[in-house]
DNA sequence: GCTAAACCTTACCGTTATGGCAAGGTCAAA
DNA sequence: TTTGACCTTGCCATAACGGTAAGGTTTAGC
């Protein structure tokens, strides 16, 4: 039999939050589910397969433009292995780029803090590395 | 004397743009500079330094709240380094964070990357991956 | 049957740090 | 004087939500 559930019982399955499945039909990446006649959402084990989806997506960093993507990859029959692990290598790439960005930041300010008293003292090397050279003439 | 620069000049000067000076100058990072008659703000050296100073900031990845409080330390000729450092520790903490994320995400991602077959066939583990258990009944 | 709690609905604002655009004023050089 | 390069304000857009308000619905207990 086909299992329906309102908005607030299909996030808990899927692991979203009731605002982020309205979000998500929103912005086009989820067909509109049918309603009561009082205009509640319900959801079938199907799009519950999807909000899932987009959870576990969501948890590796995907973006919903990703996810559109990526759901529409899922869903036909006919996809090549290539184009989902393109997407993949894509975003990893993203992912790394970012870490670099962090790693880079997290080294010279770790020197900086390294470098810095914490005590009393107003002389701290992180300050004096952020204000531009002084040029003592 | 006291060399007066234009938004642009300064702009130039600091590393930033005309659009992000007048954004701190919104947000109350930085106090209303002079204006000439036309309503051009003039920028002097010392605004200039706090410019740089901002940059510089923004590229250890400060938000422009921390960059608020790091500014009032670096004028404050009574500030204890103590604090400085506390600040960029948090900031150390919070980078540590984000990239402990990201290589999470990396690592679940480039091990599915690395199964998928990346050919013209559908099967793909990435797709596997995302889609909830099917409980193949 | 009635009431209160626990749902659901839409709509709008706030977050962060910008970029972009429009409509208009200003300044310097040719 | 005209043109191009400045400058001004103001409003919209981004990504992916969270919060809140004002209101309708359903359910459980009494």
Redesign the pocket.
Known sequence: MATL???????KASG?????????EQ?GLLQK?P???????LYNSQQLQQLSF?QQA?RLG??????GSLLQLWQDPARESRAVKQLAEQHLADIAEKIAELQNMQQLLQQLADSCSADSSPDCAILAALAPANGLK
């Open positions: 559930l309102t908005i607030g019982a299909a996030a979203l939050t009731a605002k982020m499945i309205r979000h998500y912005s589910p309603r009561t006649d009082a205009g509640y959402r987009i969501r995907f973006s919903l433009s990703e996810i």
